[in-house]
């Protein structure tokens, strides 16, 4: 099992740019969301998706978009990088058990710097 | 809305010392709290869990915390630091209002502590 992956680990885009950061699971997990990191604030959710097909925003998603067309995978897409963006960007995944909340589990991050 | 304090954003402790770090609560509803830990440059593992049974809980690494109601309170402690306890610590609150088939799983998390440990 590799767990969760995201890729790439780091990049820098210039302000307008668009990208993906992409994420993967291979543990069959239904719950899928984005989080950012930035110093003295914790991790914020981005938006999340409890399926294949299904997806919500967080907390804070203006700038984002995901989409989940399978379970395995859940990018998160730039419209156009603002310099507000950067930040550190951690992908997670959890079974869905509809009553309690199942332990997430974490990807090793994209640092992503926009200039 | 629920939310996360942590106390400290840095707390710094010598090798064998107790470590305690802070954390406090608010929710409407019954919360289910974790602990996560975050090493320089990974991503976060979980610690521990509440989620309505017992209300001292065991994690990890000689981690545990202790769930008081009357206090809105979540604290962790390890009795001795080691130098590997060097790291950032989360705590994140996922309430009961949260658990619908539609948005189950959400977790809001606190400003996290840096935990030093001294030699």
């Known amino acids: 099992n590799a767990g969760v992956t995201q890729t790439p680990k780091f990049q820098v885009l210039k302000t307008g740019q668009s990208m993906t950061l992409q994420c993967a699971q291979d543990m069959n997990h239904e719950y899928m969301s984005w989080y950012r990191q930035d110093p003295g604030m914790g991790l914020r959710l981005i938006h999340y998706?409890?399926?294949?097909?299904?997806?919500d925003q967080g907390e804070v998603p203006n700038g984002y978009n995901v989409s989940r067309s399978t379970t395995e995978d859940f990018p998160l897409r730039l419209l156009s990088a603002a310099p507000s963006q950067t930040s550190v960007y951690f992908c997670?995944?959890?079974?869905?058990?509809?009553?309690?909340?199942?332990?997430?589990?974490f990807g090793p991050g994209t640092r992503l710097l926009v200039l | 809305a629920q939310s996360v304090t942590q106390l400290g954003s840095h707390v710094s402790v010598s090798e064998g010392a107790l470590v305690l770090l802070r954390c406090n609560y608010s929710s409407s509803v019954p919360p289910y709290l974790f602990w996560y830990v975050q090493y320089p440059n990974q991503g976060l593992q979980l610690l521990l869990k509440?989620?309505?049974?017992?209300?001292l809980v065991k994690g990890i690494n000689g981690f545990e915390a202790e769930f008081k109601k009357s206090e809105t309170s979540f604290h962790l402690t390890k009795p001795s630091a080691h130098m590997s306890d060097a790291a950032e610590y989360f705590c994140a609150v996922s309430g009961s209002e949260y658990l619908s088939s539609s948005n189950t799983g959400k977790l809001i998390f606190g400003q996290g502590t840096t935990l030093q440990v001294k030699p």
């Open positions: 998706s409890v399926g294949a097909g299904i997806t």
């Open positions: 997670a995944s959890s079974y869905f058990m509809g009553g309690t909340p199942e332990t997430q589990y």
């Open positions: 509440y989620t309505s049974a017992a209300t």
